[in-house]
């Protein structure tokens, strides 16, 4: 600023300051000061605006600006705006620009294209002056609170209490946004939420801590320790002793009475019911439980629709052995068995003596008791202050301040003074109310103590849980609060990690980051019709068909107008279209055949991360994990027995890889056909990393499109083509139909076929970026050569996501082809992809808080809770 410029500021200054009594200097001061801070970012918007015109702009006259220009501005997009500046700062714009170039998919293929130099010049330019990203110190991204979803919560809450708690029936599913239930932004906490929240913190309480410090003593026989007689009773693996309706039968069971004395049983069980038919079943039967020869139960049973019972039985025994027996009598030996019904016996309690000489610690009294609780009220309260502490430490995942301490042990002295109340059921009100904070339900986070960064790191604290409940999905353990403590975290990390990892929770990770990335956990829910699939690989057959067109006419027709001669018509149809149906039934999916192919996706995923094998072999590999029962449904012979196994498959087969896995087959089809755009958008989507915009409104219907086929059925290929003729469909179907098409050869089941209506299949194609192939087997051989980089940006974007719990935004490039970089340099290894996640300052660090990538309605700010 100039001399004469500096004198009339001053002397403006001067003149309003002087009738207020402010210094004048110190308004120049603090002027001076503010024009000069301006001056950063306004040499960098000039610095971006003079290497655009250098390195950037002549690379998009050259290439790009032919389409992309104010005249034509083909998709949307156009290079020459009269004010470049708009264009320069057009963030969304240039994300769009790096990921077509980087996927070579712009220019298209027949147009020239940059030279590898060219484009390396631009994604520079894109983030590191676009962008802004500072490469030393990369913004680590927005803050968000995230509360504990579902599997968290349960991890968490069996880690802290011992209590498997089922919050996937207790609690409604929970949100996801951009594919995971681990985004903070989606994660929202309704009414009905916070009120099942402080249900499910009571009845965890409940379960986990005794009320008591004395109960009488307690002994759990399961149903199948009761030795049976010559009937042979079945026993289901939950333990129980299943008992039929139709069979006479005995079960004995003899128990060690350790004194004389009153004592208490407690019969658990169930009636159990199979539907046939829609018919009813009248049989009934007699339970008869007796304590040697004394009769204390004998109750009839009819058809309860799997009703439970408890029966609470009293008993006077000496000390010595006790023979408990379980009797069932048929009451209906003429009734027509219809249906299969059974008492399933869980178990016996046995309670006692009753009397409180014999009383004990109740189980888990010493965990959450350890040692005496003090008779003197001083010492009990310090007691249960040093308890409390302790717990709301671990629960809140970071140490407490003493006055949140204080007003619990409070609470606590108030539950217990209360009649009829004990130190035990105060301390579990103060529990249950931790159960209920926000401090435990969200992840609060912390930075480290007076840090003058921009984006401070996390303290120790925060940096334990983020690492827990990445790899974990629940709160951390004893070591890692133990070096959180110390402040020796940060410096062990990398020990801590591969300890992580080798532990049986990491389970956890395998099953939620795969179950969502790759889809597997939609195996348990998608609809597929088996018989409506198999049916359309049948070879044509006119007279079939003219068979079943007179069943439709048939059926149509009130019944009471049918003539006899019809009526014997239809039973017939009806009998020989069950016949057809029962050849398709070991094609249905079943429970255990979906579970199988979960495992299969999981444990392959698993092999991978265990043995640090590359990431490239989820596309394709040699091997897969199967039993006999999934083995028989791919076709493929030698693997006998219901455990899930690695086979190498054989030469040349299609199989191997996360893409020829049911999981992924059937998930990417519709319920009576496969869908090759279905198919094309996963790969675009969770392989290459590219998804397509989301299709326009009216959209003509495919089936629509296959009227245009004149002569015959049209294959799908054949459907697709005509749907692409359409100007809205061709850009997005060019790039999401080879792809699927790729995989025509499995059907809607993923099971191998030849033909699809009684056509030869032909799964070749070419990509948009120019690359052909003609079988499933040279596409997944050009996804993990020629397209590589993009399976591992898409990798990584995927796993930042799930890990951060945000979407990514432009100032994430960096991380992620640094990340890239080194996937690249080692040929995959997964150890290299985590760890380059924890180490990255998008994980390290927090950023400052700026608007939410995600639209959340309704949602607000959770306040601290102390």
């Given at each position: 600023m100039g001399r004469r410029r500096q004198d009339w500021l001053r002397d403006c200054i001067g003149r309003n300051a002087s009738a207020t009594g402010i210094d004048a200097s110190a308004l120049v001061i603090v002027l001076l000061v503010a024009t000069l801070a301006c001056c950063p970012a306004k040499a960098a918007d000039q610095h971006a605006t003079a290497d655009f015109q250098k390195t950037v702009e002549p690379v998009l006259d050259q290439y790009c600006t032919s389409c992309h220009n104010s005249d034509l501005k083909k998709g949307g997009i156009a290079f020459d705006p009269e004010d470049r500046s708009q264009l320069i700062a057009n963030k969304e714009l240039w994300l769009k620009t790096l990921k077509m170039l980087r996927a070579e998919m712009m220019p298209p293929k027949g147009k020239r294209r940059p030279s590898a130099e060219e484009v390396t010049q631009v994604e520079k330019w894109i983030k590191y002056s676009a962008f802004g990203i500072d490469p030393k110190n990369p913004d680590p991204g927005r803050v968000t609170l995230r509360r504990l979803n579902r599997t968290e919560y349960r991890n968490t809450v069996r880690e802290l209490l011992g209590v498997d708690f089922n919050a996937g029936a207790e609690f409604p599913a929970d949100d996801t946004g951009h594919g995971f239930d681990t985004i903070g932004d989606v994660l929202t906490l309704s009414p009905l939420l916070l009120e099942k929240y402080i249900a499910a913190a009571r009845s965890v309480v409940t379960q986990a801590l005794p009320s008591q410090s004395r109960v009488p003593v307690e002994r759990r026989i399961p149903g199948e320790q009761f030795a049976p007689d010559t009937s042979k009773p079945s026993r289901p693996p939950d333990g129980s002793l299943t008992l039929s309706y139709y069979k006479a039968a005995t079960a004995t069971h003899e128990i060690q009475a350790a004194h004389s004395g009153h004592y208490q049983l407690v019969l658990d069980l169930r009636a159990n019911e199979s539907f046939v038919d829609g018919q009813f079943d009248y049989n009934k039967c007699r339970l008869i439980f007796k304590s040697g020869d004394k009769v204390l139960l004998s109750q009839e049973f009819s058809r309860q629709a799997g009703k439970s019972y408890r029966f609470e039985l009293e008993q006077d025994w000496d000390a010595g052995k006790q023979p408990l027996t379980l009797q069932v009598e048929?009451?209906?030996?003429?009734?027509?068995?219809?249906?299969?019904?059974?008492?399933?016996?869980?178990?016996?309690?046995?309670?006692?003596?009753?009397?409180?000489?014999?009383?004990v610690r109740p189980e888990n009294h010493e965990r959450f008791f350890p040692g005496v609780v003090p008779g003197n009220p001083q010492e009990r309260r310090e007691y249960g202050r040093t308890l409390l502490k302790a717990?709301?430490?671990?629960?809140?995942?970071?140490?407490?301040?003493?006055?949140?301490?204080?007003?619990?042990?409070?609470?606590?002295?108030?539950?217990?003074?209360?009649?009829?109340?004990?130190?035990?059921?105060?301390m579990a009100q103060a529990m249950t109310v931790v159960l209920a904070s926000p401090r435990f339900l969200y992840r609060e986070e912390g930075t480290v103590p007076n840090s003058t960064d921009r984006y401070p790191l996390l303290d120790?604290?925060?940096?334990?849980?983020?690492?827990?409940?990445?790899?974990?999905?629940?709160?951390?353990?004893?070591?890692?609060?133990?070096?959180?403590?110390?402040?020796?975290?940060?410096?062990?990390?990398?020990?801590?990690?591969?300890?992580?990892?080798?532990?049986?929770?990491?389970?956890?990770?395998?099953?939620?980051?795969?179950?969502?990335?790759?889809?597997?956990?939609?195996?348990?829910?998608?609809?597929?019709?088996?018989?409506?699939?198999?049916?359309?690989?049948?070879?044509?057959?006119?007279?079939?068909?003219?068979?079943?067109?007179?069943?439709?006419?048939?059926v149509r027709k009130p019944l009471e107008t049918?003539?006899?001669?019809?009526?014997?018509?239809?039973?017939?149809?009806?009998?020989?279209?069950?016949?057809?149906?029962?050849?398709?039934?070991?094609?249905?999916?079943?429970?255990?055949?979906?579970?199988?192919?979960?495992?299969?996706?999981?444990?392959?995923?698993?092999?991978?991360?265990?043995?640090?094998?590359?990431?490239?072999?989820?596309?394709?590999?040699?091997?897969?994990?199967?039993?006999?029962?999934?083995?028989?449904?791919?076709g493929i012979d030698g693997v006998t027995g219901e455990q899930m196994r690695k086979v190498t498959l054989p030469a040349n087969s299609p199989r191997g890889g996360i893409l020829t896995q049911g999981t992924v087959l059937i998930v990417t089809s519709n319920p009576d056909r496969t869908s090759p755009v279905k198919r094309g958008l996963y790969i675009l989507d969770n392989i290459l990393g590219t998804p397509p915009p989301a299709p326009p409104p009216n959209v003509t219907p495919l089936e629509q499109a296959a009227a245009g086929v004149k002569g015959k059925p049209p294959t799908l290929r054949e459907s697709l083509k005509v749907h692409r003729n359409e100007a809205l469909c061709n850009s997005c179907h060019n790039r999401m139909d080879p792809l699927g098409l790729a995989f025509e050869n499995f059907n809607a089941l993923g099971r191998w076929r030849d033909k699809e209506l009684n056509q030869p299949i032909e799964a070749g194609g070419e990509l948009l970026t120019g690359e052909s192939f003609k079988d499933v087997r040279e596409l997944k051989r050009i996804l993990v050569t020629d397209r590589r980089l993009d399976f591992y940006r898409c990798a990584t974007e995927k796993m930042l996501i799930y890990a951060l719990g945000r979407g990514l935004e432009p100032y994430d490039a960096h991380t992620v082809d640094e990340i890239v970089g080194k996937l690249e340099a080692t040929k995959g290894r997964p150890s290299v992809l985590i760890s380059g996640i924890i180490e990255s300052p998008a994980f390290q660090r927090r950023g400052e808080n700026r608007a939410s990538a995600v639209a959340v309605t309704g949602s607000k700010p959770i306040p601290d809770s102390k």
């Open positions: 048929p009451l209906t030996p003429n009734e027509r068995q219809v249906r299969s019904l059974s008492l399933a016996v869980q178990a016996v309690t046995v309670r006692g003596p009753m009397a409180k000489e014999h009383w717990f709301v430490t671990r629960a809140y995942r970071r140490p407490v301040d003493g006055e949140t301490v204080d007003r619990l042990v409070r609470l606590a002295e108030a539950t217990s003074a209360k009649p009829g109340q004990t130190f035990e059921a105060g120790e604290y925060s940096l334990a849980s983020r690492l827990s409940y990445f790899l974990w999905s629940s709160m951390p353990d004893k070591e890692l609060f133990g070096l959180a403590a110390e402040n020796k975290l940060r410096h062990n990390l990398s020990a801590q990690v591969s300890r992580m990892l080798t532990d049986k929770r990491s389970s956890e990770f395998v099953r939620n980051f795969s179950g969502q990335w790759l889809q597997a956990r939609s195996i348990d829910s998608v609809n597929v019709n088996a018989f409506a699939v198999l049916s359309k690989e049948q070879p044509i057959d006119p007279k079939a068909e003219e068979k079943r067109a007179r069943f439709r006419e048939l049918l003539t006899d001669a019809e009526k014997k018509e239809l039973e017939e149809a009806r009998a020989n279209f069950g016949r057809r149906s029962q050849r398709f039934a070991q094609f249905e999916l079943t429970g255990n055949l979906r579970r199988a192919m979960r495992q299969e996706t999981e444990m392959t995923f698993e092999h991978l991360v265990r043995n640090d094998r590359s990431l490239l072999e989820l596309i394709e590999s040699d091997y897969t994990f199967l039993n006999e029962r999934l083995a028989k449904f791919y």
